[in-house]
């Protein structure tokens, strides 16, 4: 049987969760029943039946999500993202209208995050399958995604030479993350985007 403690220990796993904070979670959860189990039923089922976007990567209950199927998309227009949270920083924009890959990371050489924990492999099976005539490579401006741009860049350039790669315009600041740029900031990015 588990007790309160291992409860906070798995609180304070999670990101931005302190050991306080998990402490305070796990009483305020012991507290209110309702919202315990109503969250205990939704993570168990979300848990259980989410898998990923056979194209894009992306967390759904579906083969392929809303977005890949959607016919409006521009499907020769590829947007790679680090991760699903900076895709929907895009979406929120709404000034890229074609369909995204998300690599799941970005490469770090310095932890020995390498290329092979990505979804490259997906990434260059679609390069191949699909008709890409241009990829907006959108990582966030840190040491990791200017690294995984350059991987990247090459990579598209060998398997396709004739994709435009582009990548987003500065005005995010270096350090900063697609996440949590303000919309105007990651608007004017996307739409002065520069073609290498
Ligand atoms: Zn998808």
Redesign the pocket.
Known sequence: MFDINDLITALSKLPGIGKKSASRLTFFLLKNKDISGNLLTILSDVIINIKQ??????Y?IKN??D???NEKRNKNKLCIVEEQNDMNAIEETGSFDG??HILMGAINPLSGFGPEKLKINELKSRITKESFSEILIATNPTIEGEATFLYLKNIINSLSPSIKISKLATGIPMGGSLEYSDKLTLTKAILTKQYL
């Open positions: 976007c056979e194209l894009c990567g992306q759904t392929i999500c977005l890949c199927s369909i995204y």
